[in-house]
């Protein structure tokens, strides 16, 4: 009798007999690839992520046709080629199951006994949801620190983020702005218009501030016609610049609602916080005191004539 014939194991398929317990352990869909990127083994949950059948994912044999992804990294090729570990943060892409896929990709190469590449060992995180989940909590937490019709912040935000700008300031000792603005006459606009009229020139008010800010301000609507800009390391020179550049912006504007002009103008208030404050006091009370300021400011505009700036002087 002949000696038994010895059964011959491929180096992919010895490791993968080896570590089977421990890919049994995996949450995440993974797939094992031969050094021609093709799947020979994977878990259920890669089949859930590519909606594919155990048989169709065999047939179709290659990764790259079961997950299409937009980032130039192929996880089998790179991670073959170099030998080394991989991890792709975010990469988007797509399957059968899912048109927008938004993976975290990990990889690591297999190799024989004899230290050769004799493929890869691809996990695939699926945070599609999450990323859809985060879409609408950042969309909430907008909608819970801006107002709805203009799209500026609210005035519990402004608020906070004054009190942290004056932080900042005391801090660099660089000045820091408020701009208090009013739409003169908005009663008049309701009531000869009416409220739609008024919502109109809102958002156009709105906008015009949104072009004329810089990316380090910031702009609310503190209710009614009343806006309060932050103007971050502008002094008052700079403040009455701004202040008039805005005041001008409006006044030659043309607002016109089903067909009517509406005249609109605005009356402004600035108050400088500077390096001449007194010590001991809180960034709280600073900006309560910064706020007060700027509507002593707007309420002299307006006393004077309305559509002009004033800034704010200490007697």
């Not at 993976?103 to 006994?113: E, Q, R, T």
């Amino acid at each position: 009798m002949g000696e038994p014939a010895v059964k011959i194991v491929a180096p992919l398929d010895a490791w993968l007999e080896e570590f089977r317990s421990t890919l049994e352990i995996f949450l995440d869909a993974y797939c094992v690839v031969d050094i021609a990127g093709k799947v020979v083994d994977f878990n259920l949950a890669f089949t859930e992520l590519v909606g594919e059948s155990h048989r169709k994912i065999l047939k179709i044999g290659n990764f790259s046709d079961l997950v299409r992804l937009t980032s130039d990294v192929n996880p089998c090729i790179d991670v073959m080629l170099t030998e080394k570990a991989l991890r792709l943060d975010e990469v988007m892409g797509s399957s059968k199951a899912y048109p927008e896929l938004k993976l975290i990709i990990g990889a690591v190469p297999v190799f024989s006994k004899s230290r050769e590449v004799v493929g890869a060992l691809i996990t695939l995180r699926n945070v599609t949801a999450e990323a859809v989940l985060l879409s609408k909590y950042d969309e909430k937490k907008k909608d819970s620190v801006t107002d709805g019709l203009t799209s500026l912040y609210n005035k519990v935000y402004m608020e906070e983020t004054v009190t942290k700008s004056i932080k900042n300031s005391l801090r660099d000792l660089r000045p820091v702005t408020l701009v208090m603005c009013d739409i003169d006459h908005f009663k008049k606009v309701n009531d000869t218009h009416g409220h739609q009229a008024g919502d109109y020139v809102l958002k156009i008010v709105a906008a015009t501030l949104k072009n004329m800010m810089r990316e380090t301000d910031c702009a609310g609507r503190f209710g009614g016609e009343e806006f309060v800009v932050l103007l971050n390391n502008c002094n008052e020179q700079g403040a009455e610049v701004f202040a008039e550049r805005f005041r001008k912006g409006i006044e030659t504007t043309l607002f016109i609602f089903e067909g009517k002009r509406i005249p609109v103008t605005l009356s402004q208030g600035t108050a400088t916080l500077n390096r001449a404050w007194e010590d001991g006091l809180n960034p709280e009370a600073i900006m309560t005191e910064l706020f007060q300021q700027a509507d002593t400011a707007l309420y002299q505009a307006k006393h004077a004539g309305r559509n002009r700036v004033i800034q704010f002087k200490k007697s």
